[in-house]
């Protein structure tokens, strides 16, 4: 059975950093771009972060540049998003999420046509 798990969330305070794993299963991410997404309580899920799946280009969404960096390591069907100068914005629900080959956000935000997604972890950012 394909599962794609995220892991890290938590409870933290302004500034501080985070890692968080997405971790999949029963398939291989090796031809995937993988989409992390975020959801505030209120607000649309949003697409953060992007990496390719045969170039591992990487992209961002303005409101998180030089503060995520996302990375993947197929050895371990994994891909990452390190989160440092956490914001109480920030504070939402991460999911990550699958596309074959590329970011799908660089051309729109719309949800539909992703393969796979996560169960999503909880992020809280206090002031």
């Known amino acids: 059975q394909a599962q794609f798990v995220e892991s890290g969330g938590g409870l933290l305070h302004t500034g501080g950093s985070l890692r968080l794993s997405c971790t999949a299963s029963?398939?291989?991410?090796?031809?995937?771009?993988v989409t992390w997404f975020r959801q505030a309580p209120g607000k649309e899920r949003e697409p953060v972060s992007c990496?390719?799946?045969?170039?591992?280009?990487?992209h961002y969404a303005d409101s998180v540049k030089g503060r995520l960096t996302i990375s993947r390591d197929n050895a371990k069907n994994t891909v990452y998003l390190q989160m440092d100068s956490l914001e109480p914005d920030d504070t939402a629900v991460y999911y990550c999420?699958?596309?074959?080959?590329?970011?799908?956000?660089?051309?729109?935000?719309?949800?539909?046509?992703?393969?796979?997604w996560g169960q999503g972890t909880q992020v809280t950012v206090s002031s």
């Open positions: 999420a699958t596309y074959p080959i590329y970011c799908r956000m660089l051309i729109t935000t719309a949800l539909d046509g992703y393969d796979y």
């Open positions: 029963g398939f291989t991410l090796d031809n995937y771009a």
């Open positions: 990496v390719g799946s045969s170039d591992g280009r990487t």
